[in-house]
């Protein structure tokens, strides 16, 4: 049988690939990986295509047994691994036999792991993407939270797999101090000049009740001009929500599609891994760049993952 | 058209201004109209979408048409922002003909007040009203549906009675059950499914919004019409939506 069971999941783990793309008419939130770097590459030190769905691991805690010969690898926050009893490095390529247990722990820094396993995970796709959407019920297995002897499928595994390791540069730095670079926002003259200060020069902590909405995050308000409601416009991840209390909401992979709240900067789409790494009680502050260098940094990264996979699958893998 | 990516965005701009781009980020941009919710912008709105959504354009990979504006995402590695630009305004100038509603018109069954509507005392205390009042004025008119969003089929609703306009909830309430019928400045709109809610939540119906097993999941599309009609506790109960 091509499979993984689950043994323990954890306090959170969900099947994600990179998210439902084409249903934001609907109000069909992104979903997917909340730091899609480590899902690709992941991904692709397990041979797989780039969005090939994982297992999203929140807060360690999880095992789970082998049914089957298979590479795989572990990528995302610094959590403790082992392989039957053997400790296991994430970032690389490696192998279980069948019946062998992986464990993940606590990380150590950082929030979310994502385990890889060579050919996928096989679930049914929903609108295009098999990533699990809890609030709506959708995706994933059963559109739930993974549990314990839950068993998931494989797809047929592939023969890439040049790739052993990830060369530093692309793995992202993991702190619980965390800097996130952000462009301005639509609404961003919606904040008084204090309001602008404070955003900017405040360091504020992840609230315990986040989730993969939203992080809440606690600090100095942030004073508005006009109030905190706009005509309902176009929300998406990375997008720095300032409600009327003035507490940040920074939106993660399952925001509404919509919102009705100003939005006082955009963190740029090479940090959103850093976003998804931040669990509750870790401290973050907003660097405000411009929109060049977010730019150079997303065609630098595309470009060196492509590579990657070009190596990796030379019959055409996906980017 | 102006790329807007600093200070200084003019305010409560009217219907005959250009449009106007607002960077979403590096990999998204929202194109806005003007800052006003009214039927003929909405009609520009999704009169670009649908013409983005058909050319398919490599690179633009989810659009999401809104009151007064579109949002487009893309993959900068593939499309550039300047290309995009092109590809907006080119479309924009486009000749053919406005988008027109969809002939639909959408009867909601809601029991009002009661632990369905947790909010309708303190917006009846906002507005000087009785719960009965709230209930009546809400029933009354024909809504349009603006657009899509928030969450698996949410339809933004505007025509709200101007005696119900209620700023929305300072931050985030608790979370909602599905078919809840909530208020926020002159909009109304129906959870699909249970989530926070910052609207103010005066009723709920027996429809669902969204229901993956149906053959159209989504209750809703954007450009149809709503009126809402007042049930009791009974026929809430007794509702079946097939």
Same mark, same amino acid.
């Given at each position: 049988m091509?499979?993984?069971?689950?043994?323990?999941?954890?306090?959170?783990?969900? %099947?994600?690939?990179?998210?439902? $793309?084409? $249903?934001r008419h609907c109000g069909v939130p992104v979903c997917g990986a909340m730091d899609p770097q480590a899902l690709r590459l992941a991904n692709l030190l397990a041979g797989n295509r780039a969005d090939a769905a994982c297992i999203e691991i929140t807060m360690g805690g999880f095992s789970a047994r082998f049914q089957v010969d298979a590479h795989f690898a572990l990528a995302g926050a610094r959590s403790p691994a082992r392989l039957n009893g053997g400790a296991v490095s994430s970032w690389r390529r490696c192998f279980a036999r069948k019946g062998e247990m992986i464990e993940i722990g606590l990380p150590l820094n950082g929030f979310r792991t994502y385990l890889a396993v060579e050919g996928g995970l096989d679930v049914s796709p929903v609108m295009g993407s098999r990533s699990t959407f809890l609030k709506g019920g959708l995706g994933g297995l059963e559109g739930r939270a993974l549990r314990k002897?839950? %068993?998931? $499928?494989?797809g047929p595994a592939v023969s890439g797999g040049a790739i052993s390791e990830i060369p530093a540069e692309l793995i992202p730095a993991c702190s619980d101090k965390t800097v996130l670079r952000a462009l301005a926002g639509p609404q961003i003259d919606r904040l008084s000049p204090c309001g602008m200060q404070t955003f900017w020069g405040s360091e504020y902590v992840v609230s315990s009740r986040s989730d993969r909405m939203g992080s809440l995050l606690c600090g100095p308000a942030v004073e508005l001009e006009c109030g905190a409601d706009i005509i309902s416009d176009g929300a998406f991840p990375g997008a720095v929500q300032i409600p009327g209390n003035g507490q940040p909401v920074v939106l993660g992979c399952d925001c509404q599609t919509t919102g009705g709240y100003v939005k006082a900067a955009s963190v740029i789409a090479v940090d959103l891994p850093g976003l998804g790494q931040l669990?509750?009680?870790?401290? %973050?502050? $907003?660097?405000?760049?411009?929109?060049d260098e977010a730019r150079l940094a997303y065609l630098k990264n595309e470009y060196l993952l492509g590579r990657l996979f070009e190596k990796s699958h030379e019959a055409g893998g996906g980017r | 058209m102006r790329i807007e990516t600093d200070f200084g965005s003019p305010r409560n701009r009217g219907a005959n201004s250009e449009p106007q781009v607002l960077l979403c980020g590096d990999t998204g941009v929202s194109v806005e109209f003007a800052k006003i919710i009214d039927p003929d912008i909405n009609r520009r709105v999704r009169r670009l979408y649908k013409r983005l959504k058909t050319g398919a354009h490599p690179g633009i990979i989810d659009l999401g048409p809104a009151y007064c504006s579109l949002f487009i995402?893309?993959?900068?590695?593939i499309c550039s922002l300047e290309k995009l630009l092109c590809i907006i305004e080119d479309n924009l100038e486009a000749p053919g003909g406005a988008v027109e509603?969809? #002939? @639909? /018109? /959408?009867e909601v069954p809601v029991c009002y007040g009661g632990e369905f509507g947790p909010d309708t005392g303190e917006v009846a205390g906002f507005h000087s009203l009785g719960a009965p009042q709230v209930a009546a004025l809400h029933a009354a008119p024909l809504y349009r549906v603006y657009m899509i969003g928030f969450i698996l089929g949410f339809p933004y609703l505007g025509g709200l009675d101007e005696r119900l306009k209620t700023p929305r909830k300072k931050s985030p309430g608790p979370i909602v059950a599905p078919g809840s019928?909530?208020?926020?400045d002159r909009q109304s709109g129906i959870y699909p499914v249970?989530? #926070?809610?910052?609207?103010? /939540? /005066?009723? @709920?119906t027996p429809l669902?919004?969204?229901d993956l097993q149906r053959k159209r999941p989504f209750l809703f599309e954007a450009g149809d019409a709503v009126r809402f009609r007042q049930i009791t506790r009974e026929e809430f109960e007794s509702y079946n939506d097939h």
């Open positions: 091509r499979a993984i069971t689950i043994i323990e999941p954890g306090p959170l783990a969900t %099947v994600q690939d990179k998210g439902r $793309f084409g $249903f002897e839950d %068993v998931l $499928f494989l669990g509750p009680g870790a401290t %973050v502050r $907003f660097a405000r760049v411009g929109l | 995402r893309y993959d900068p590695f509603d969809t #002939p @639909r /018109i /959408i019928v909530g208020v926020a249970a989530s #926070p809610a910052g609207w103010w /939540i /005066i009723g @709920r669902k919004v969204f």
